[in-house]
């Protein structure tokens, strides 16, 4: 469906519910197309195409607010759906801090071209992408007897999606990734253990296509025959691929929706040293071709780069409209988008080096955080490193603390974001973290 067709659509919803009781509507139309194809031993396991739209409204009828959904699109089936959403809205209880954003706040139009979508994905055949994930098992395949099982995967997706409401406000955006996946498992003397490696790109002609398979079983093979260590406080350099776990719950923290619940450790603390000065990140929604580049985001909010760490002092929240006004705080956005890091200047390997005795964490394994408290429990998976120096694999290990106080054992940050995240965290180095194990 083209962006007249639906604009079109949009317009007529709006009306729809301005005529029908709505003092204000918003309306999002989501197209997309996507492709997923696993191959297993040798042969096709999984061939799946999808093709679909959806609609989206956010109805405001005198203070009362409803989101509903549907992907029946056509004019009779719309009215219908707009009456009876308006009708339940009128039931629930009034918000006075529930209506559309300030127009000024609006995205206006006329930037610059993020190139976020490679419209020619969709042009590429079937038997082209079967064939590339082919490629990506056959790299692998019966190369080693203690190979249990190899899956490839190739994936994509086009998406175009428009945002309208009853204050004039109309953006488009789009989207698109090709992707190759491999996962490995293998066969060792006290378990099977299991890794994958993974490309993603925007553009499929940049799509790297080659060495998957070679990587996952690599990083598979390395994980053979773990041991315990003993409990105790250990570095942790946190691999790149998972460091985004821990980063998770500090993000978490910094949305409205965590502060107004109380249920933020970081609530309150703006301009406040809550990290080491080894930590400093901002959220980017402008980068060319990031992964989660954005003129507006879900309201319509101009997109803005903001610091959001600066040298362990925490600058900014994730602010909508609505819980900035029940927090009496200005609106920045209420989701992310491209979480860029100040790097360091070594690699993963240089940190190794860096330490006498550490543990590199390359997965989790289960635990939590409680956002109100920041106290955190997770399991970990990884390798023990003595003297710069891998010397086995490890597992079933804990790791347990506070986010505040852990991000402030901070010791460095490396030069190596994970580009295949919106939070493109590099490997981290942390000091004294309390693991327990035998």
């Given at each position: 469906?083209?962006?007249?067709?639906k604009?079109?659509?949009a317009?007529y919803?709006?009306?729809?519910?301005?005529?029908?009781?709505?003092?204000q509507v918003?309306?999002a139309?989501?197209?997309n197309s996507?492709?997923r194809?696993?191959?297993?031993?040798?042969?096709?396991?999984?061939?799946?195409e999808?093709?679909?739209?959806s609609?989206?409204?956010?109805?405001?009828?005198?203070?009362?607010?409803?989101s509903?959904s549907t992907?029946?699109?056509?004019?009779?089936?719309l009215e219908?759906?707009?009456?009876?959403?308006?009708?339940a809205?009128k039931?629930?209880?009034?918000?006075?801090?529930r209506?559309?954003?300030?127009?000024?706040?609006y995205y206006?139009?006329?930037?610059?071209?993020?190139?976020?979508?490679?419209?020619?994905?969709?042009?590429?055949?079937?038997?082209t992408?079967?064939?590339l994930?082919?490629?990506?098992?056959?790299?692998?395949?019966?190369t080693?007897e203690?190979?249990?099982?190899v899956?490839?995967t190739?994936m994509d997706?086009?998406?175009?999606?428009?945002?309208?409401?009853?204050n004039?406000?109309?953006?488009?955006?789009?989207?698109?990734?090709?992707?190759l996946v491999?996962?490995?498992?293998v066969?060792?003397?006290?378990?099977?253990?299991?890794?994958?490696?993974?490309?993603?790109?925007?553009?499929y002609?940049?799509?790297v296509?080659?060495?998957?398979?070679?990587?996952?079983?690599?990083?598979?093979?390395?994980k053979l025959n773990p041991?315990k260590?003993k409990s105790?406080?250990?570095?942790?350099i946190?691999?790149n691929?998972?460091?985004?776990?821990?980063?998770?719950?500090?993000?978490?923290?910094l949305?409205?929706?965590s502060?107004?619940?109380k249920n933020?450790?970081?609530?309150?603390?703006i301009?406040?040293?809550v990290?080491?000065d080894?930590?400093?990140?901002?959220?980017?929604?402008?980068?060319?071709?990031?992964?989660?580049?954005?003129?507006?985001d879900?309201?319509?909010?101009?997109?803005i780069?903001?610091?959001?760490v600066?040298?362990?002092?925490?600058?900014?929240y994730f602010?909508?409209?609505?819980y900035?006004?029940?927090l009496?705080?200005?609106?920045?956005?209420?989701?992310i988008?491209?979480?860029?890091?100040?790097?360091?200047?070594?690699?993963?390997?240089g940190?190794?080096?860096?330490?006498n005795?550490?543990i590199?964490?390359?997965?989790?394994?289960g635990?939590?955080c409680?956002?109100?408290?920041?106290?955190?429990?997770?399991?970990?998976?990884g390798?023990?490193?003595?003297?710069?120096e891998?010397?086995?694999p490890v597992?079933?290990?804990?790791?347990?603390?506070?986010?505040?106080?852990?991000?402030?054992t901070?010791?460095?940050?490396?030069?190596d974001?994970y580009p295949?995240?919106?939070?493109q965290?590099?490997?981290l180095?942390?000091?004294?973290?309390d693991?327990?194990?035998?």
């Amino acid at each position: 469906m083209d962006k007249n067709a639906k604009y079109k659509i949009a317009d007529y919803v709006i009306k729809s519910a301005l005529k029908n009781g709505a003092s204000q509507v918003a309306v999002a139309i989501n197209d997309n197309s996507s492709r997923r194809i696993e191959i297993r031993e040798q042969k096709i396991d999984r061939l799946q195409e999808s093709i679909g739209n959806s609609l989206s409204v956010d109805f405001y009828v005198d203070r009362k607010f409803s989101s509903h959904s549907t992907n029946l699109l056509k004019d009779k089936e719309l009215e219908k759906f707009v009456k009876e959403a308006i009708e339940a809205t009128k039931y629930l209880s009034e918000d006075e801090f529930r209506y559309l954003p300030e127009e000024e706040l609006y995205y206006k139009g006329g930037a610059e071209d993020l190139r976020t979508i490679d419209p020619d994905i969709i042009k590429i055949d079937s038997k082209t992408k079967i064939d590339l994930a082919r490629q990506v098992e056959n790299e692998v395949f019966g190369t080693d007897e203690r190979i249990v099982s190899v899956t490839s995967t190739y994936m994509d997706q086009v998406s175009h999606m428009i945002l309208a409401d009853s204050n004039g406000f109309r953006g488009e955006s789009d989207n698109s990734y090709a992707g190759l996946v491999a996962e490995v498992s293998v066969k060792g003397d006290t378990g099977r253990p299991s890794d994958y490696w993974v490309e993603y790109d925007i553009f499929y002609d940049k799509l790297v296509k080659t060495g998957i398979g070679e990587k996952a079983l690599e990083r598979t093979l390395r994980k053979l025959n773990p041991k315990k260590i003993k409990s105790g406080k250990y570095n942790l350099i946190v691999d790149n691929m998972v460091a985004a776990t821990l980063l998770s719950p500090f993000i978490s923290a910094l949305f409205g929706s965590s502060l107004y619940q109380k249920n933020s450790f970081l609530d309150g603390k703006i301009n406040t040293k809550v990290a080491s000065d080894k930590l400093s990140f901002i959220d980017d929604p402008l980068i060319i071709s990031g992964l989660s580049s954005r003129h507006f985001d879900n309201e319509g909010l101009k997109a803005i780069k903001r610091t959001v760490v600066e040298k362990g002092f925490l600058r900014n929240y994730f602010i909508n409209t609505y819980y900035g006004r029940k927090l009496d705080l200005p609106p920045t956005s209420g989701n992310i988008s491209n979480i860029i890091f100040q790097n360091g200047t070594l690699d993963q390997n240089g940190l190794l080096k860096s330490v006498n005795k550490a543990i590199l964490v390359t997965g989790f394994n289960g635990g939590n955080c409680n956002g109100a408290t920041g106290d955190f429990s997770y399991g970990i998976e990884g390798f023990l490193v003595q003297n710069g120096e891998i010397i086995h694999p490890v597992s079933e290990m804990n790791i347990t603390g506070n986010m505040n106080d852990f991000w402030n054992t901070l010791a460095a940050v490396g030069n190596d974001p994970y580009p295949y995240n919106s939070m493109q965290t590099p490997s981290l180095l942390f000091e004294n973290t309390d693991v327990s194990g035998m």
